[in-house]
C-alpha cells in the first residue's frame, strides 16, 4: 500500500514539505486544550508506535525525514536550513527554532557529542520570519555553512524519531481527538501524520484550520458517516497551499491511508457475522473448554490450485494491486510471527540440536504427541541442502518470499535425538494472497475466501486424503485435524486492505484445512495456506522430496487416521533457543503460550482474558481470538502470542514469580 501511496511523491517534494513550518503550530504542540473542547481525547495506548499501522510509520517516515536513502544522499546528515520559515533542523526533521532549550537538551544530549551539542544549542529559537526575515535567510546560511562539519548518523536520526519524536507526537494526536481507539491504524496513521505537519490545531481559530476544527468534530460524533467525511476535509485543505503544492500531495495520500482503513474496518465488520454464525458455539458466554473436536462443515481455504492459478485475481476492484505486491513484510517488528522475538540473531547461520528442541518444547509448554515429531520451520535454509538421520541441523534464518520454498519440514526423533529435513514452504503462494485480498474486496463472505496463514503454535495433523473426492485428491497426507477427514478450527490471519501480511490484519477462527500436502507444481508451490514439500502425487504414487519426507516422517504405508504432532516455529525461534543452548540468551526470552501450549498457565491467561479456564489447560482457538482481541484493544495490533512482556503490556500477572 504505502508504495502506491508514495509513487508519485519526489525528492524535490519532500524538500519542500520539510521546509513548510505551520503558523503557530510549535505553540499549539505545548498547549493543553481549552477546557470543554477535546477534553475527553483517547487513552493513549501502552505501546504508542503499535497504535499505528506499518504503512502508515512509512508514510510518515518519508514525509518527516525523506527516508535513509534521502537523509544520506541529500541531508548527509548535517544541519540544514530547509527554507522558509524554518530554523536549523538536525536529524529526523528536528527543527531547533521551534523547540525550548528543555526539550534540545532531553531528546539531544546524550545523542550527541558535547561540543556538537553546545555548538547546536546556540541556534535554538532562530527561525526565518519576519521581522527582518531577509537578514535572517543570510544568517542562517552562514549557521549552515559554520556547523557543516557536524554529522548525525542515520542510526541516531531514526532513533531519536522512534523513541522520542514519534511517541510525542502520538500522545498529542491522542489527547486531541475523540475516539481514536475506534479507527483502523491505517486511518489513526493519517492523522498522525497531519498532526506531524500541522500540529494538533484541531480547535485553532483561524480560517486555515477550519478544516481541522471539523475533522475533531467529526471524531467527538465518533460514528461511520462522521469518519467517512474526515477524507473529503483532509482534501478540502488543499485550498491552503494549491492543488499542484508537496502538501497537497500530502494530504491526498493521507486522505487515501484514512479510507483504506475505513474499508478494512467494514471488511472485518462485515466478516465479524459470519465468524460468529459458523462456529457459534465458541462465542458462547461461559463455555467451558477450548474448541478441541473437528466441526462438522467444510473446510474454509479448499479450492483447485490449478485454476485458481490460471486466472484468480485478474479482475481485482483495485487495479494497482498485481501479483507483484505479493511479498513478505519486510519488518519484522510488524510481522506477528516475529514481532514478539528477540531479533539478535536475524539472518544468522545455527545450529540445531535435540537439546534445543526439548527447549522449545518446555518454553512454550507444548505436550507433542508420540514420536517422530513434525518439524514446521517457517523461514529457514539448509545450510548444507536436504538432510536425513542426522545429529543436528545447520540452518540459515531467512524469511519467506509467497513465492519459493524457503522453509524447512522435517521430523524429529526424541529417542534416537536424530533429525531429517527437507527444503519446503509453511506459506500460501503469492497467488492466494491475491486472491483472498480480491475476494474481500468483491465482498466476498468469511466462509468463501481462500488465503490464509497459519499461525506459529503445536498442532496435531491426521493421516488422511486431501481434497477427497475432488479434481487434485491426494491420499496419505497430513491434515490439519484430529480424524482422518475432519477439519480442525483454528485462528489463521488473512490479509485483507493489502497484501503483506502484518500486525493489524485480522486473525479469524476458520477450519481452513492447512494440510501437509506435496506442492504440485513444476516452479514454485501450490498453497492456499497448506505446508508443503517439493513433488507431487501422479499416476498413484508419491514423488519427489514429498516421498522422502513421508517416509522419514512414518506415514508411508500408515493408515488413515494415525497423528502426528507438527511445531510450527520461526527459524528465529530454533535460532535463539540455541542461543539459550550456547548461553548468550536467557529462559525467559524463549518463554511463550501460543496454540497448543499446555498447564496452569494457560489457565491463568484464560481467567485474566476473561474466559473460563479450559478443563486441561489447553491454548486453542478460543484463547488465541481472544488474545488477539485484547492485543488489539490495548496495542492496536495483533500477533495472538503471550510472552512475559506481554504480561506487562497488558497488565496480566500470568508469568508473575517466573
Same mark, same amino acid.
Given at each position: ?5 508514495l509513487r508519485?511523491?519526489r ?13 503557530g ?26 497504535? &499505528? ?21 541529500v &541531508? ?15 536529524g ?6 521551534y ?10 544530549q ?11 544549542a ?34 541516531v ?7 522520542a519524536?514519534?511517541?510525542r ?26 498532526v506531524?505537519?500541522?500540529g ?11 478544516e481541522?476544527?471539523?475533522i ?9 458517516v ?7 476535509e483532509l ?22 491511508l484514512?479510507?483504506a ?10 466478516l ?8 457459534a ?15 462438522a ?8 490450485e490449478?485454476l ?17 505486491a ?34 522449545? &518444547? ?10 517422530? &515429531? ?14 536425513e ?10 524469511r ?43 465482498g ?35 491434515r ?10 483454528v485462528?489463521v490471519?488473512r ?35 497448506c505446508?508443503?514439500?517439493p ?10 522430496v514429498?516421498q ?37 540468551l ?14 496452569e ?6 481467567r ?43 497488565g496480566f ?6
Amino acid at each position: 500500500m504505502v508504495e502506491r501511496l508514495l509513487r508519485g511523491v519526489r525528492d524535490a517534494d519532500i524538500a519542500e514539505s520539510l521546509s513548510y513550518r505551520e503558523p503557530g503550530a510549535a505553540a499549539l504542540a505545548d498547549q493543553p486544550a481549552p477546557d470543554g473542547v477535546g477534553t475527553e481525547a483517547t487513552p493513549v495506548p501502552a505501546d504508542p508506535r503499535a497504535s &499505528i499501522s506499518q504503512a502508515g510509520y512509512d508514510f510518515v517516515v518519508r514525509w518527516e525525514t525523506g527516508g535513509k536513502a534521502y537523509y544520506e544522499s541529500v &541531508i548527509r546528515g548535517r544541519p540544514v536550513w530547509p527554507g522558509y520559515s524554518s530554523g536549523i533542523t538536525i536529524g529526523c526533521g528536528f527543527d531547533l527554532g521551534y523547540h525550548t532549550p528543555a526539550e534540545f537538551s532531553q531528546q539531544w544530549q546524550s545523542r550527541l557529542p558535547a561540543t556538537e551539542f553546545q555548538r547546536l544549542a546556540q541556534t535554538i529559537g532562530f527561525k526565518t520570519v519576519a521581522p527582518n526575515r531577509d537578514a535572517k535567510v543570510v544568517k542562517a546560511r552562514q549557521l549552515v555553512a559554520s556547523l557543516s562539519d557536524i554529522t548525525v548518523s542515520w542510526a541516531v536520526a531514526i532513533e531519536q524519531f522512534d523513541k522520542a519524536k514519534l511517541p510525542r507526537l502520538i500522545r498529542q494526536l491522542f489527547s486531541a481527538l475523540d475516539n481514536l481507539d475506534r479507527l483502523h491504524p491505517h486511518s489513526r496513521s493519517a492523522l498522525l501524520s497531519l498532526v506531524f505537519n500541522r500540529g494538533p490545531a484541531f480547535t485553532a481559530s483561524d480560517d486555515r484550520y477550519r478544516e481541522m476544527r471539523a475533522i475533531a468534530k467529526l471524531m467527538r460524533q465518533g460514528d461511520a458517516v462522521s469518519f467517512r467525511r474526515i477524507p473529503v476535509e483532509l482534501r478540502a485543505m488543499k485550498r491552503i497551499w494549491g492543488e499542484q503544492s508537496s502538501l497537497a500531495e500530502r494530504r491526498e495520500g493521507e486522505a487515501q491511508l484514512f479510507l483504506a482503513g475505513l474499508e478494512e474496518q467494514r471488511l472485518l465488520e462485515s466478516l465479524t457475522a459470519p465468524v460468529e454464525t459458523e462456529a457459534a458455539e465458541m462465542e458462547l458466554p461461559g463455555r467451558a473448554g477450548e474448541l478441541l473436536d473437528d466441526l462438522a462443515i467444510e473446510q474454509s481455504d479448499d479450492a483447485d490450485e490449478a485454476l485458481l492459478l490460471e486466472g484468480a485475481g485478474e479482475a481485482g476492484l483495485e487495479a494497482a494491486v498485481t501479483i507483484g505486491a505479493v511479498r513478505w513484510n519486510p519488518d519484522d517488528r510488524d510481522q506477528p510471527d516475529y514481532a514478539h522475538l528477540d531479533l539478535a540473531a536475524a539472518g544468522s547461520a545455527f545450529t540445531v540440536m535435540g537439546e534445543d528442541i526439548d527447549a522449545l &518444547i518446555e518454553a512454550n509448554a507444548f505436550k507433542p504427541l508420540q514420536e517422530p &515429531i513434525v518439524l514446521a520451520i517457517r523461514g529457514a535454509a539448509l545450510a548444507s541442502g536436504d538432510r536425513e538421520n542426522v545429529a543436528s541441523l545447520d540452518l540459515i534464518d531467512q524469511r519467506p518470499d509467497h513465492r519459493e520454498f524457503r522453509c524447512v519440514i522435517g521430523v524429529f526423533h526424541p529417542s534416537t535425538r536424530r533429525f531429517s529435513a527437507y527444503r519446503a514452504s509453511t506459506v500460501p503462494n503469492a497467488q492466494y494472497v491475491l486472491n483472498c485480498f480480491d475476494q474481500a474486496r468483491a465482498g466476498t463472505p468469511l466462509s468463501g475466501l481462500t488465503g490464509n496463514i497459519l499461525p506459529t503454535g503445536c498442532y496435531t495433523f491426521t493421516v488422511g486424503t486431501h481434497k477427497k473426492n475432488k479434481p487434485g485428491e491426494i491420499p496419505g497426507v497430513l491434515r490439519l485435524s484430529t480424524t482422518a477427514t475432519g477439519a480442525s478450527a483454528v485462528v489463521v490471519q488473512r490479509s485483507l486492505s493489502d497484501v503483506v501480511y502484518d500486525r493489524s490484519d485480522v486473525f479469524v477462527v476458520a477450519t481452513p484445512g492447512d494440510n501437509i500436502h506435496p506442492g504440485i507444481l513444476n516452479v514454485g508451490f501450490s498453497s492456499a495456506g497448506c505446508l508443503t514439500l517439493p513433488g507431487r502425487f501422479t499416476g498413484g504414487q508419491h514423488v519427489g522430496v514429498w516421498q522422502r519426507f513421508r517416509k522419514a516422517a512414518g506415514i508411508d504405508g500408515a493408515p488413515d487416521g494415525e497423528q502426528r504432532s507438527a511445531l510450527l516455529l520461526t527459524g528465529l525461534d530454533f535460532a535463539n533457543a540455541a542461543r539459550l543452548r550456547a548461553g548468550s540468551l536467557g529462559k525467559p526470552s524463549l518463554r511463550r503460550l501460543r496454540h497448543g501450549s499446555q498447564g496452569e498457565r494457560v489457565k491463568a491467561l484464560q481467567r485474566a482474558l476473561g474466559l473460563q479456564p479450559d478443563a486441561r489447560g489447553i491454548f486453542g482457538p478460543l484463547t488465541r481470538k481472544a488474545l488477539c482481541e485484547r492485543q488489539a484493544e490495548v496495542l492496536g495490533g495483533a500477533d495472538g502470542i503471550y510472552s512475559p512482556e506481554m504480561d506487562a503490556r497488558l497488565g496480566f500477572t500470568v508469568y508473575a514469580g517466573a
